[in-house]
């Protein structure tokens, strides 16, 4: 009696064709799914001084094997695109956003273009990625609303580009961002409270903007005569800051990086 149920019956055909769809899915965005976004950047790099990508990002070696790639041990995925400091010039595809075990996306110090695909972030796929370190490029436009969709993110620099618009309110849906950089850039408008909810925030930067804040009453000018470019924020009266390093917990790569930005970063802080 209990095997012409239909209601087994039509659990059961559920259950297979969820299988059959997850097999479809994992074959569909494998290595090679990753190869070919990566040669999408490749061919929208229009300056390579060194033909680093050139001559390294090949089809007749593994995706594993490139320079500035890293791949994860168990899935065999990339994890990492570290291009920083490649002198590279050019647009971003969105075809990145599908390297779906992507953890770090680090371009920094190059002179990349343009605006961000929304679809870069919009697909979804990113949901692994913790860093997004686009610093000192030229990139331009808004910030797409998808790049805050992603939970996992940890860091997100946007140091010295061209980037303007209002900061989305919905930055807070970011709640385990640890470090947000956007000095050095031309936003405009309001510094979102939702800022303040952000409980794991540790680094905030957002100097060398158009923005203004939400204080409507400083009946003692406290903020006004404390709170100025001029000085370190640390210094600033109801600031405490913490005096140990908060990177560990990225990649390795970043505590470089952290190193030789802090300097530029301190000087661009909140005014």
Known sequence: MAKNNPLIVIITAFVVLGLMFSLVKAAATNITTDQHALLALKDRIKYDPTNLLAKN???????????????GVRHHRVTVLNISYFGLAGTLPPQLGNLSFLQ?????????????PEELFFLGNLSSLR???????????????????????EKLDLTSNM???????????????????LSLNNFI???????????????????NNKLQAHITHDPHNLL????????????????????????????????????????????SLIP
């Open 57 to 71: 990002w090949s089809t007749s070696s593994s995706v594993c094997t490139w320079i500035g790639v890293t791949c």
């Open 104 to 116: 770090v996306l680090a371009i920094g110090n190059n002179s990349f273009s343009g605006s961000l």
């Open 131 to 153: 860093v997004v370190d686009l610093s000192y490029n030229q990139l331009s436009g808004t910030i797409p609303s998808s790049i805050f969709q992603i939970s996992s993110l």
């Open 163 to 181: 980037f303007d618009g209002q900061i989305p309110s919905i930055i807070s849906k970011c709640q385990r961002l640890q470090m947000l950089s």
């Open 189 to 207: 408008g309001y510094i979102p409270k939702e800022i303040g909810n952000m409980t794991m925030l540790k680094e905030l930067y957002l100097g």
């Open 224 to 267: 006004a005569n404390n709170w100025t470019a001029s000085t370190f924020v640390c210094n600033w009266v109801g600031i405490t800051c913490d005096s140990q390093n908060n990177s560990h917990s990225l990649e390795s790569y970043l505590n470089e990086s952290y190193e030789h930005h802090s300097a530029a970063y301190r000087k």
